[in-house]
């Protein structure tokens, strides 16, 4: 019984782990789309104002590559949130708990546990037979 519920608690711990790797590569996915369409921005931005800075020698070209480095530094904090990639602590907690259980599992199902088990349950029964009245 007791590898049956080490198996419930390894098979829950994984669960909950695996969920969380879903939810921050999910987190990571979103930043990464946000990064690109700011780093697209930032290209459109910057050929525009090379364009206005060949067709006006000044003016609104200035605003131009302020807009663009905003843009170039919005996008560079996204693309920094998608790259980093930690685990959190109930992810790590979960990895912990599923690799106690398992090694609880396999202690558990090893050849020694399984025969002692087998052997102590087996005992009642064999007695009963050996010390039994014969008529």
């Known amino acids: 019984m007791r590898t049956v519920e080490l198996a419930r608690i390894a098979a829950e711990a994984e669960l909950v782990r695996l969920r969380r790797v879903a939810r921050r590569t999910g987190f990571r996915a979103g930043y990464a789309v946000g990064a690109v369409v700011f780093l697209m921005a930032t290209f459109v931005l910057v050929l525009a104002a090379v364009t206005v800075l060949i067709a006006q020698s000044l003016g609104l070209a200035p605003a131009l590559w302020i807009v663009a480095a905003i843009c170039l530094a919005v996008g560079g904090v996204l693309a920094l949130l998608a790259a980093r990639s930690a685990p959190d602590v109930l992810e790590v ?33 064999a007695s009963m037979w050996l010390f039994r009245r014969r008529k």
């Open 93 to 125: 907690e979960a990895r912990i708990v599923r690799d106690s259980a398992i090694r609880g599992m396999r202690q558990a199902t090893s050849g020694t546990a399984v025969a002692t088990d087998l052997a102590r349950r087996a005992l009642p029964f």
